[in-house]
């Protein structure tokens, strides 16, 4: 006879932290001979320093700093690795003020550049936060937008907007005279509520869109190719909404209503990690997503109020 002890209230809690433990240290998918693991997250609900109420973009800064659109609050966050934060901003539509941050993006210079949804404008900042300029209004003309969502920078200083609901992206300059391209529909190069921008080392404008659940990967006149079809299968998005891009090109996706993040080459090979939940790793409607140049990745956990930030590592450094 085979006698069995009873693990005890205490015994049974150790073990399940020892597990927990394993978990958040133990890499995630792979892609292309790299993983990630997590590293450490900050945050939680409220509107004190370091924080968050509904955040909903996320970008590097210089020297890693982790620049946060905190939504809910109407201000931006500047917060090192460590959760130290301080904040800009406050609510109203006065320059300098914000309604509803919806994206966030940082220059070669330092300079922050803002973009609200319920405002329809961009603002740019230094990086301390002083106000500099804006440009917007509400419209469906070249330079108006219609619920903008994210945006980006290029390395030639063009600020890219993604224009939600006039369906096209824009490229516009510092003072706000833009060129678009798109349009409403499903073909290649149209767009359905258009979340989010970004720009490969070659130039290529890639665009989140969100509502036909794909990536497009367009030319400055609006040539593109496109990826992904609505599902949770790998490559397979349930609104997709911000987008990064790593040194190796690798498209990086706030996979939101699926839970995760994928990473994916630009011909739609992807791998993914996270799942639901509260635990290390596990998210909450993750609607931003940022890689530094280390491939380093943070992530904007919505309704978990929180920031996860994931380290890189090798392959070969995962045994």
């Known amino acids: 006879m085979v006698h069995c002890r009873r693990t005890s209230t205490t015994e049974l809690a150790v073990l399940l932290a020892t597990l927990a433990s394993v978990v958040a240290a133990s890499p995630l998918n792979a892609v292309q001979g790299v993983s990630w693991v997590f590293e450490r997250e900050f945050g939680t609900e409220g509107s004190q320093s370091g924080q968050f109420i509904t955040p909903r973009a996320i970008a590097f800064g210089h020297d890693g700093q982790v620049v946060i659109a905190d939504s809910g609050n109407d201000r931006i966050q500047l917060c090192d690795q460590q959760g130290r934060c301080t904040a800009f901003g406050s609510q109203g539509e006065e320059p300098g003020e914000f309604v509803n941050p919806h994206g966030v993006a940082v220059d070669s210079r330092g300079r922050v550049i803002t973009v609200e949804t319920y405002t329809n404008r961009v603002q740019i900042f230094d990086a301390e936060g002083e106000f500099l300029a804006t440009f917007g209004t509400w419209g469906e003309e070249v330079g108006q937008f219609r619920t903008p969502g994210g945006l980006t920078v290029d390395g030639e200083e063009w600020i890219i907007v993604a224009d939600e609901n006039n369906h096209r992206v824009q490229i516009c300059t510092y003072v706000g005279k833009c060129t678009a391209f798109g349009g409403p529909g499903t073909a290649a190069g149209q ?12 130039g290529r404008i890639v665009v989140s869109d969100r509502e036909n659940h794909r990536i497009q990967i367009c030319d400055r006149e609006g040539l593109c190719t496109t990826f992904g079809s ?25 996979d939101r209503d699926n839970h995760r993040i994928q990473v ?38 919505r309704d978990n109020s929180r920031i996860q930030l994931f380290r890189q590592i090798p392959d070969r450094e995962r045994f």
């Open 230 to 254: 609505y599902g949770t299968g790998l490559g397979q998005f349930s609104s997709p909404s911000e987008i990064d891009i790593d040194a190796d090109d690798r498209i990086v996706i706030a």
């Open 264 to 301: 994916c080459d630009q011909n739609g090979s992807c791998q993914a990690f996270g799942s639901y939940g509260t635990g290390p790793g596990q998210f909450n409607t993750p609607p931003a997503v940022a890689v530094d140049d280390d491939g380093t990745i943070v992530v904007a956990d």
């Open 191 to 202: 767009f359905n509520v258009p979340r989010d921008v970004a720009v490969d080392s070659q």
